[in-house]
């Protein structure tokens, strides 16, 4: 194995979600190399069904204000706690990744497929973050499936929202997390329905 491929390998082992993110967050052609990895996802049909909207600068607090709305259309008993969370997170983060689905029911490529293949591009870019030395956070919830709240983003049905990736620094270094065993998640079929430990537990 190369020394490349060795580095390459062990940066997607190493990744994990960054949760306490600041500035900076990647602009310009950085910001477009990273998000250009989307391309690269597996998509049955070319399709290309990812959608990615940038929030920045002032356009942060507009944003926290919509997802305020959409958790109280959502829940009238939200509690202010809940509310105030999401509003700082949403309104501080140095960039935040609307991540929207362009879907083609219609088409002959299964609605989930073209799911699938929302997921694999942001995979990608949590990896690119990652390996470029920012940190991401693919964040859904309840407000994920609100479609009024994804038809004021851009995405009316039947498109929808896959959530929203916050991007930035990681505010200290810290330990990458255990990395547990994949072997329970894995089986060796041999013509009979497999099972796997990871169930078992």
């Given at each position: 194995?190369?020394?490349?491929?060795?580095?390459?390998?062990?940066?997607?082992?190493?990744?994990?979600?960054?949760?306490?993110?600041?500035?900076?967050?990647?602009?310009?052609?950085?910001?477009?190399?990273?998000l250009s990895t989307a391309m690269r996802a597996p998509d049955h049909g070319k399709l290309r069904p990812w959608r990615m909207a940038?929030?920045?600068?002032?356009?942060?607090?507009?944003?926290?204000?919509?997802?305020?709305?959409?958790m109280k259309r959502l829940d009238p008993n939200v509690p202010e706690q809940k509310i105030e969370?999401?509003?700082?997170?949403?309104?501080?983060?140095?960039?935040?990744i609307v991540l929207g689905m362009h879907l083609r029911p219609e088409d002959k490529i299964p609605l989930l497929e073209q799911q699938l293949a929302v997921g694999a591009a942001a995979m990608n870019i949590?990896?690119?973050?990652?390996?470029?030395?920012?940190?991401?956070?693919?964040?859904?919830?309840?407000?994920?499936?609100?479609?009024e709240l994804a038809t004021e983003l851009g995405f009316?049905?039947?498109?929808a929202l896959a959530g929203f990736i916050f991007v930035g620094?990681?505010?200290?270094?810290?330990?990458?997390?255990?990395?547990?065993?994949v072997a329970p998640y894995v089986a060796d079929?041999?013509?009979a329905p497999v099972s796997f430990e990871a169930d078992k537990q």
């Open positions: 194995m190369s020394k490349h491929h060795h580095t390459a390998l062990e940066t997607l082992l190493s990744r994990a979600s960054a949760d306490t993110l600041v500035k900076p967050a990647p602009k310009g052609e950085e910001l477009e190399a990273i940038l929030v920045r600068g002032e356009a942060r607090l507009a944003l926290a204000e919509r997802v305020v709305a959409s969370k999401r509003r700082t997170r949403f309104s501080t983060m140095p960039l935040t949590l990896n690119a973050l990652h390996a470029e030395g920012y940190g991401g956070l693919w964040v859904s919830g309840d407000i994920a499936y609100d479609p009316p049905p039947p498109h620094t990681p505010e200290k270094d810290r330990e990458t997390p255990k990395r547990r065993s079929w041999t013509g």
